[in-house]
């Protein structure tokens, strides 16, 4: 398990914590967050404890830097369809799920647990507040521990 950036073997995944999972916010993402969102969901995520905001965040980045689909999402779990590679244009990422704060109490830690074992996804990232669950075509089974 990697703990840090320089210790990620998987180049899909440097990139990936290099571009997106680290990346600052800036003040343009923040506003387009809510784009396309019911009135509902866009509540959700402006009234979102500071906590949980890494969470939105972070769909929103890989949203925008895989040019993926929502297709759900709610105050715990988002998923994620079809990301392709900003460079060469190929899919690179059929499924994402972002899950907030896995860790938070011992039922949500063993479902995380119960996921990272499901054969629908081929790689997570553990990051304590936020999990990524990800099927990528191209990719053997990995699991990483970043902090």
Request: hydrophobic share 35%; glycine share 4%; net charge positive.
């Amino acid at each position: 398990m990697a703990d840090t950036q320089y210790r990620v073997h998987s180049p899909f995944v440097f990139e990936m914590y290099r571009k997106v999972l680290f990346a600052t916010v800036g003040k343009e993402l923040r506003e387009r967050m809510c784009e396309g969102l019911s009135a509902e969901m866009e509540e959700m995520v402006r009234r979102a404890k500071r906590c949980e905001r890494k969470y939105h965040e972070l769909v929103y980045k890989i949203r925008d830097h895989y040019g993926m689909k929502v297709v759900s999402y709610d105050e715990d779990e988002a998923v994620l369809e079809n990301g392709v590679d900003p460079i060469t244009g190929l899919n690179v990422i059929d499924t994402v799920k972002v899950v907030c704060r896995p860790h938070r109490h011992h039922a949500r830690e063993l479902r995380w647990r119960a996921q990272q074992g499901n054969k629908k996804y081929n790689v997570s990232i553990d990051m304590y507040d936020v999990g990524l669950l990800m099927f990528c075509p191209k990719m053997q089974d990995q699991q990483f521990l970043l902090k």
